[in-house]
């Protein structure tokens, strides 16, 4: 049994607009912390696989807000035979490595996350200018790719993605639940979603049961085969991108 912490996402059902949900849950839509996202993909023409990062469970990306930026590199779904010793426990207070569950709905997941703070405006001054995007990570993160990743993975040969709009709003209170829960919400094209989640260190399950109880007594709605958001919005991304070309 994984003692990893366990992070459970719902993500609301487009049957109900984000403005709708937002008022239920009584959240402001012009006080949530803003945030830009990126995506890294490999956006070669004529590639036999679309996103093949995404296809190979890597996710880079890159997040920026007022306060802050930082860049992830991300193995999800994560397979426990990818990471050798180094790389098979979180770091001491799990900001610079982490290992975790993710809950969707019936999807169990694992995932692997390395993490790089950045100074603020960087990533703005690199996707903008062009500038050499290996400046984004630093060498724990490319020595995760390296040791874990199933593919090799050149920098320069990648495509900032984005950005997407994004709004935060943390320990929010849905009904009766009584854990802290945090919504998202991203906007890009025609996509606007708004996803719910909790971290759970035991008890994952019941806390997951009890979490969707309380949103569904809310009157919002769900499906339990939750397609991930990260998916969703880089086939958005990727089919503006090679729109414009």
């Known amino acids: 049994m994984s003692n990893e912490p366990v992070e459970i996402k719902v993500t609301l059902s487009e049957k109900v607009p984000v403005p709708t949900a937002l008022s239920t849950l009584g959240l402001d839509p012009d006080h949530g912390s803003p945030m830009q996202i990126w995506f890294l993909e490999d956006e070669t023409p004529g590639i036999r696989t679309k996103l093949p990062l995404l296809a190979a469970g890597i996710v880079i990306r890159l997040r ?15 397979r426990r035979t990818q990471l050798i010793p180094k790389w098979s426990t979180s770091s001491p207070d799990g900001k610079k490595y982490r290992l975790e569950q993710d809950w969707a709905g019936q999807r169990r997941t694992l995932a692997a996350s390395a993490v790089h703070q950045l100074a603020p405006g960087l990533i703005e001054d690199v996707t903008s200018n062009g500038n050499d995007l290996c400046t984004l990570f630093n060498d724990h993160q490319q020595q995760f790719l390296e040791d874990c990743a199933d593919l090799r993975i050149a920098f320069a040969g990648l495509t900032p993605l984005g950005p997407v709009n994004a709004a935060k709003w943390k320990n929010i209170t849905v009904g009766d639940f009584d854990s802290e829960v945090d919504a998202e919400r991203w906007t890009f ?7 719910l989640s909790i971290r759970a260190e035991r008890d994952a399950g019941k806390h997951q049961r009890r979490f969707e109880e309380a949103i569904r007594a809310q009157g919002l709605s769900f499906s339990l085969e939750q397609a991930p958001k990260t998916s969703q919005i880089l086939t958005e991304l990727s089919t503006a991108h090679n729109a414009d070309r």
């Open 64 to 78: 920026s807000s007022h306060s802050k930026d930082d860049s992830t590199i991300k193995l999800r779904p994560c």
């Open 189 to 195: 094209g025609s996509v606007d979603f708004l996803e």
